[in-house]
């Protein structure tokens, strides 16, 4: 990874999706002067839901837009991981042989829309006929898992609501945050209910935001920059829809990209510096926590408790803010959880949310309830 | 011989009759929803049963979005509920909140509840409803 780029998050009024891709892109090669247009051979880009602005079409409209002219542009859509597998299909891209540099990216643009009608788009990430039909929204099949987990586990909605508050505070000193304001525990608590007992403070927000890297063969990195980043691991594993599963506490698409992450980079939890990781919901983070390895299962709770995933704790999770407070453009998240780790393995993050003496980072992306899991592991290859 | 069990098949007859309709494996595993493979081992030699209609609730969740899709009065409770011979369904229990609880015995119930979908096969599907009953 040679570059990244990232439009601020948030309620981006007039401003469409393909403007904010650009605005992404002007970023990504202003940081990387050696790189022109003519270098790129593919872009990928992560985008969920094509019915917000209309539009279709997305990865030629993007790439000729921009003047990345005659290239194959192509959208992947894995829902909220799109823009993980936006990363990985460039990652195989580049593998393959077929490509020397390939930019890979995310958008979403959300806010054309009001609420009601956005959570009704978002829910097409749920299985139609028997999960959408009988009265499911995205939120409420997180919302099962958040209540069978507080069961078994004995997790809280205050150990939930300290997911978002330690995450909003990460995003305070973040310019590309949607949401740089600090809350509290009662703040969460007395946000209305969205779907019992998720609260509108334990979900990420709906917003506008495009994302992209550069990467590159691993032997051409140094022509374009001194600061490369290696992608370790690229995995994935898919799942099927919730209401097919036994098991509603861990989702299996995610341990089993974990474990192949791991695998194939020959690191362990404990080479592991920072992580950013799929906070759609709180009670992603604490099942996320668990599914990673950071805890063992069913002591999310207490790990978000102990302090340990703050910045400046043993295992800092998603300095960016997350989607909770950085925003959650469905098809961008995972293309900016890139972003993030390019930044601050490059040390240009303010010094405040810098998580000291990092080399090597995690970003899991999960797509809907667990219907897919991207897992990459990432070290900035001069420290 | 592998019997399928298409979506509509499984809603229609829950509408004309009110049996819920399964599928099994020869291992004994029964997947509903129904699908293609098994839900448990991924056998593809499935046989279609008619279940009790009897489950647990696993979860529940008070949803307070309104819908145009789903246009029944918030919040309502939707669950997962885990059915006796196995699988999940997903759907509303029209009973007082303060009477759901984890555990509880429910029966599935077909009712049409009308939308403005604009699938054409969704226009007569009806939903899926539980009624708690005694355990």
């Known amino acids: 990874m040679i570059s990244a780029g990232c439009a601020a998050y948030g309620k981006r009024e007039g401003l469409s999706a393909r403007e904010l891709f650009s605005e992404a892109l002007d970023e990504l090669f202003s940081n990387c002067p050696k790189l022109g247009r003519s270098d790129v051979r593919a872009l990928y880009i992560g985008q969920a839901f094509e019915s917000f602005e209309h539009q279709a079409n997305t990865g030629p409209g993007l790439a000729n837009g921009y003047g990345l002219a005659n290239i194959p542009a192509v959208r992947v859509d894995s829902v909220s991981s799109s823009g993980g597998t936006s990363l990985r299909q460039g990652v195989l891209g580049i593998l393959s042989g077929a490509y020397d540099l390939v930019i890979c990216g995310g958008i979403e643009k959300m806010t054309t829309v009001d609420t009601l009608e956005a959570i009704e788009i978002i829910s097409m990430a749920a299985d139609r006929p028997f999960e959408q039909w009988n009265g499911a929204t995205l939120t409420a099949l997180n919302a099962l898992a958040a209540r069978v987990h507080m069961r078994r586990f004995g997790t809280t909605e205050e150990q939930m609501a300290l997911v978002a508050v330690k995450n909003h505070d990460n995003a305070l000193e973040n310019p590309k945050a949607y949401l740089r304001k600090r809350i509290t525990v009662q703040d969460v608590l007395a946000s209305r209910a969205i779907s019992s007992p998720l609260k509108l403070l334990d979900s990420s927000p709906i917003c506008d935001g495009a994302s992209c890297v550069a990467l590159t063969r691993p032997e051409l990195a140094s022509s374009y920059t001194d600061t490369p980043i290696d992608i370790l691991a690229s995995a994935e594993a898919s799942d099927s829809d919730l209401v097919f599963r036994d098991d509603f506490v861990s989702f299996k698409s995610t341990r089993a990209a974990v474990e192949q992450a791991f695998e194939m980079s020959a690191m362990t939890l404990g080479d592991i510096d920072f992580a950013e990781l799929h906070d759609a919901f709180t009670i992603n983070e604490i099942i996320a926590y668990e599914d990673v390895g950071f805890c063992k299962k069913g002591d999310g709770g207490k790990l978000i408790e102990s302090g340990a995933t703050k910045i400046g704790g043993s295992i800092p999770v998603n300095p960016s803010g997350g989607l909770k407070a950085k925003g959650h453009p469905v098809g961008s998240s995972g293309t900016g959880q890139a972003y993030e780790v390019f930044t601050q393995l490059n040390r240009s993050v303010a010094p405040s949310r810098q998580v000291k003496d990092s080399k090597v980072a995690l970003i899991h992306s999960m797509g809907g309830a667990g219907v897919d899991a991207i897992v990459h592991i990432l070290k900035a290859r001069w420290l | ?135």
């Open chain 2, 1 to 135: 011989m592998t019997e399928k069990l298409t979506v509509d098949a499984f809603y229609a007859e829950g509408k004309k009759t009110g049996t819920l309709l399964g599928l099994e494996c020869p291992e004994g595993h029964v997947t509903v929803p129904p699908r293609h493979s098994c839900r448990v081992c991924g056998s593809s030699t499935m046989k279609v049963l008619a279940l009790s209609g009897i489950g647990t609730i696993a979860s529940f969740t008070q949803v307070y979005s309104k819908s145009k899709e789903f246009p029944l009065e918030t919040p309502y409770t939707l669950a997962l509920v885990t059915l006796k011979e196995g699988g999940n369904l997903l759907g509303v229990v029209k009973d007082d909140q303060a009477n759901v609880a984890v555990g509880k015995a429910v029966r599935v119930r077909f009712e049409i509840v009308n939308s403005n979908s604009k699938i054409s096969v969704e226009t007569t599907r009806p939903r899926i409803f539980f009624d708690l009953v005694d355990s």
